[in-house]
Structures are given as structure tokens and as C-alpha cells.
Nanobody, 122 residues
């Protein structure tokens, strides 16, 4: 089991950058596939980016070219670097984890953080 705590959200202007962090508990972080999701008010939660235990990365079309997911296994942390932010990126961002590769491919994660708010003003 793993516990996830997100940080780094805030209020920024369009065009600015933010880096979200997700700190994971436990000694087996390197074996987890990690993902970032977001949920805007009145909308369903959507996939943003994922990174496997072997550091393969995947992105939603909305994130390609602007967001970068990375991990530091020594720090038990996964990051989401977000550049050129747009008002439509406003959402609560959630970190997620699973040890099951198939579940990660299906974007079905077992463990979730409580989220961090990102607000982008125009």
C-alpha cells in the first residue's frame, strides 16, 4: 500500500509555469506506475500524464508539448512540470499509483492522493 500527498498547486496567470509534486510513502515506490489526473468543476476526472516504473511516459493530447512527468525514486516523488498554462488547465490535480502495469495502461489506478488546486487566470 502507498499513500500519496500532492503539493505545488496555486494561482498563476496564463503563460506561467508550475511544478506539482507527489510524495509517496513506502519503500517500494520504484515499483509503482504513477499517473496525474485532473478534475475541473462540473467535469469528469481526466487523465493528464503517466510514467511507468521504467520511466516510460504517456500524455493526454492536452498535455503534450507543455507538461512533463518525471520521477525521482530516491525521493519517492513524482513530478508534473506544467508550462504555458492556460485557463482551461484550471482543475484539482490528483496523483495516482498502481503496481499493475495493465491497470496503469487502462488508467485504472489503485491509490489516489487528495489533490492540489491549480487555478490559471486569464
Amino acid at each position: 500500500q502507498v499513500q500519496l500527498v500532492e503539493s505545488g498547486g496555486g494561482l498563476v496567470q496564463a503563460g506561467d509555469s508550475l511544478r506539482l509534486s507527489c510524495a509517496a510513502s513506502g519503500r517500494t515506490f520504484s515499483s509503482y506506475h504513477m499517473g496525474w489526473f485532473r478534475q475541473a468543476p462540473g467535469k469528469e476526472r481526466e487523465f493528464v500524464a503517466a510514467i511507468t516504473w521504467s520511466a516510460s511516459t504517456y500524455y493526454a493530447d492536452s498535455a503534450k508539448g507543455r507538461f512533463t512527468i518525471s520521477r525521482d525514486n530516491a525521493k519517492n516523488t513524482v513530478y508534473l512540470q506544467m508550462n504555458s498554462l492556460k485557463p482551461e488547465d484550471t482543475a484539482v490535480y490528483y496523483c495516482a499509483a498502481t503496481q499493475d502495469l495493465r491497470r496503469s495502461q487502462l488508467r485504472q489506478y489503485n491509490y489516489w492522493g487528495q489533490g492540489t488546486q491549480v487555478t490559471v487566470s486569464s
